[in-house]
């Protein structure tokens, strides 16, 4: 059935032209008033659910924390607290990215020295075994006064961490994604270094990392690209999406099990605009790996949400064949249906 463009109004008055959508906001797992900010979000091989967020509740503020089945649905539990021990001081931490090796989660955190939250001295790694009930933690400082905001995440097949940086245009190292290698365990010891510079046309905040086999995808500005990774660095760095939305940015994305990718577009514009949060066409599109191909026919459009991350359900948690998205701007975890 043919179905005409759809004109959405912005609060500032612009029109934008869309093509027709599959409408789906999802359900809510866990509630926006509780989680009020919720970034990346991975699965571990057990199934289990982790998410960097910060709790409504002062007391437990910004940690990781874990979504838990309970008797009358989800509810999340904090396993790592955002606080680190500077001598006989607990500075407090915000964290921004997480993913896992399967097993252990890794975790950015800014330190705010003195607790003051606009104050950041530096950045730190956590690595972390989610035990129930005595999780094992060790941190390891990226770098004294370094703040490139760290926030896509991924682990590679030589068991490096990758990291994309955020504020690659703009913090002076103009580089998109460093790549971390842990060089010892006890004490937690670290070497990170650049591994795909910046570029203008295309690092606008770099964003989503997610890896199979020796392929990272890489979501930056407006484009998603593909690049090998070999022993020497990056491979050559093919584009795979590009958002044709004027004012869309791509923020994460998910590799689905039959190898397509989802990818999380929301409006730049919209969203930095205080008070706008979830205006514009915010959505999850999905994407051939193999080119740049766009299968219309499988978009969902997730306005008035906004997606700060996706991951594929795995596992009995949650509803089988969604996508679990949060929110930075919303807060709260959703489900969403598979495309």
């Known amino acids: 059935m043919f179905e005409l463009p759809k004109l959405l109004h912005s609060p500032l008055g612009l029109v934008t032209l869309v093509p027709p959508f599959n409408y789906d906001t999802g359900t809510e797992v866990i509630s926006g008033s509780t989680l009020v900010h919720t970034e990346n979000a991975v699965f571990t091989h057990e199934g289990r659910y982790f998410v960097a967020g910060e709790h409504s509740d002062p007391k437990l503020g910004s940690g990781i924390y874990e979504v838990v089945r309970t008797s009358s649905g989800h509810g999340i539990e904090q396993v790592v607290p955002g606080l680190l021990a500077v001598g006989a001081v607990q500075h407090k931490c915000w964290f921004h990215g997480l993913t896992t090796d399967g097993t252990y989660l890794y975790a950015l955190a800014a330190v705010h020295p003195d607790n003051h939250p606009l104050k950041m001295s530096h950045e730190a790694l956590f690595r972390i075994l989610p035990k129930k009930h005595a999780p094992e933690v060790s941190v390891a400082p990226c770098g004294a006064g370094e703040i490139h905001f ?91 999406y590009l ?97």
């Open 150 to 240: 760290y926030n896509g995440m991924a682990v590679g097949p030589d068991g490096a961490v990758y990291m994309s940086n955020s504020l690659a245009l703009f913090d002076g190292s103009k580089v998109a994604i460093y790549k971390v290698t842990i060089q010892a365990l006890e004490p937690f010891q670290i070497r990170i270094e650049p591994w795909l510079p910046a570029c203008p046309l295309r690092d606008i905040s770099p964003n989503g990392i997610q890896i199979k086999d020796d392929t990272m995808y890489y979501a930056s500005g407006k484009w998603l690209h593909k690049i090998t990774i070999t022993p020497s660095g990056p491979g050559a760095l093919v584009h795979v």
């Open 243 to 339: 958002s044709i939305i004027p004012n869309n940015r791509l923020d994460d994305l998910a590799i689905l099990p039959d190898g397509r990718i989802a990818v999380g577009e929301f409006d730049f514009l919209m969203n930095n605009a205080n008070g706008f949060e979830g205006w514009g066409v915010n959505q999850i599109v999905t994407v051939d790996p193999n080119g740049m191909k766009l299968l219309n026919q499988k978009v969902t459009l997730t306005s008035p949400y906004t997606v700060s991350s996706l991951v594929y359900s795995e596992g009995d948690l949650f509803a089988r064949d969604k996508l679990i998205t949060t929110s930075w701007f919303h807060g709260g975890i959703r489900e969403i249906g598979a495309l």
